[in-house]
């Protein structure tokens, strides 16, 4: 489906960017490292929405995002969506804020966030990788000690198991892997397979010719074919 292209595209091109990048870490200075993840998921972004012009069944495709960069003992975090990145450190902390509907809402004092678990309208998100031209990640600096460990994770996690038990779960596995394996068994055990996400935008389909045309006809004026 449309929303596996995205995601599948989305990773695909990231982890390409950071590979291309990462013999150049060692040179970064701190506002460098967050300056080339700014412009990777704006780039990401890109390769997302212009795929997404390709065929109509693709058009108005999204996907979340969490990436993270370590490296001299910092960790270097980007998201966009409700994919979030969690530090465990004799506790477990989320790192990211959630681009979704009910985040807002307990951010204004709305929703508490045990309500906010409950809403009917938790996955709908307020910004997504690929549905816009332009995309902006909140950007994250977490300093590294020795037994911290990072979990990166979409809401087919979240939303099936509770801060509580993951942080649970982590505590009692000393080999992160058999952390992952037993937190994947826990949320399908819960339903994660049935989960689906919703994107807080307009996708209708009678935009779709409207904007190819736009796009074919701002690649032509860059390359001098109209004026």
């Given amino acids: 489906n449309a929303g596996e292209v995205a995601s599948g595209c989305a990773a695909s091109e990231m982890i390409r960017l950071v590979k291309e990048a990462a013999k150049y870490f060692c040179k ?31 058009y108005g ?23 979030r990145l969690y530090k465990y450190s004799g506790s477990l902390k989320q790192i990211t804020k959630d681009h979704s509907y009910v985040a807002e809402l307990v951010e204004l004092g709305m929703l508490t966030p045990e309500e906010a678990n409950d809403h009917p309208n938790k996955n709908v998100i307020t910004r997504a990788i690929g549905t ?19 979990l990166l994770c979409s809401d087919g996690l979240t939303n099936m198991v509770t ?13 992160v892997e058999n952390s992952a394996a037993k937190l994947i068994e826990l949320a399908l055990e819960n339903g994660a397979l049935n ?15 409207r904007k190819i045309r736009n796009s074919r006809r701002n690649r032509q004026r860059r390359n001098g074919l109209c004026i």
Wanted: hydrophobic share 35%.
């Fill in 28 to 58: 970064y200075t701190d506002k460098q490292m967050t300056g080339f993840l700014k412009n990777a998921v704006n780039k990401v972004n890109k390769t997302v929405y212009q795929k997404s012009l390709e065929a109509e069944n693709l």
């Fill in 132 to 150: 816009e031209p332009m995309m902006v990640p909140d950007i994250f600096i977490e300093k590294i000690s020795s037994g911290d460990v990072f």
């Fill in 163 to 175: 801060d509580g038990d993951i942080s649970k779960v982590i505590s009692q596995n000393a080999d």
């Fill in 61 to 83: 495709m999204g996907t979340t995002l969490v990436v993270c960069v370590v490296y001299n003992k910092k960790c270097y975090i980007a998201n966009v969506g409700d994919s």
């Fill in 195 to 209: 989960q689906k996400m919703g994107v807080n935008r307009k996708n209708d389909r009678k935009n779709f010719k």
